[in-house]
């Protein structure tokens, strides 16, 4: 009886993935496939990045970007999160391509086909090579869950309303205006 050899992904292989309209991930070297948005999905995306960018741009803080948008954290785990900030401390990791290493916040907008990847195996990515903060953002519910880098690892920590992190001092942004129409 033989076994099964599975081979682990990595960005190479990723990059001959062909451009199909679908959002197209490496996790741990398993490919990850998802349909594109929804169109509440999307309007929370514009609302994050209409604040957030505004913000950013306003202050010389770093960059927004969203998806789609290669994070290579490494050569088997390539993700685009809905949206990202890297702060200007760290923009020599932005290439022309990609984001070669851990952005310092990460977004991701649940939707019925990301929800559990979004809130378990991401979370665990997103932790394990550094990224200082994760919200999750819930359409259904209109509520948002905060992880943030304590000394070792994401924690949770209670969201308030408005929306602030340590990493945009000074930015806030009400809870009902992510989900504004």
Same mark, same amino acid.
């Given at each position: ?6 081979? $682990?992904?990595?960005?190479? *292989? ?34 994050? =990045?209409? $604040?957030? $960018? ?22 088997? *785990? ?27 916040? =990460? ?37 948002? $869950? ?10 949770? =920590?209670?969201?308030? *309303? ?14 009902? *205006?992510?989900?504004?129409?």
């Amino acid at each position: 009886m033989a076994l099964e050899t599975i081979t $682990a992904l990595t960005y190479d *292989d990723y990059a001959l993935i062909p451009d199909d309209g679908r959002r197209h991930e490496i996790i741990d070297g398993e490919h990850y496939v998802n349909p594109a948005p929804n169109s509440k999905h999307q309007r929370v995306v514009v609302n994050l =990045v209409m $604040a957030m $960018a505004a913000f950013v741009k306003r202050h010389g803080l770093g960059h927004v970007y969203v998806a789609p948008y290669d994070v290579v954290l490494s050569s088997g *785990d390539v993700l685009q999160p809905d949206v990202l900030f890297i702060t200007s401390q760290r923009e020599a990791l932005i290439t022309d391509a990609n984001l070669q290493g851990a952005p310092n916040l =990460v977004i991701e907008i649940l939707s019925p086909s990301t929800r559990k990847l979004d809130q378990t195996v991401k979370l665990r990515r997103y932790d394990r090579f550094g990224v200082d903060e994760y919200w999750i953002v819930d359409p259904e519910s209109e509520t948002v $869950a905060i992880y943030r880098r304590d000394a070792m690892r994401l924690v949770s =920590v209670d969201p308030g *309303d408005p929306l602030i992190s340590p990493l945009l001092p000074g930015f806030s942004l009400d809870v009902r *205006d992510v989900f504004a129409e």
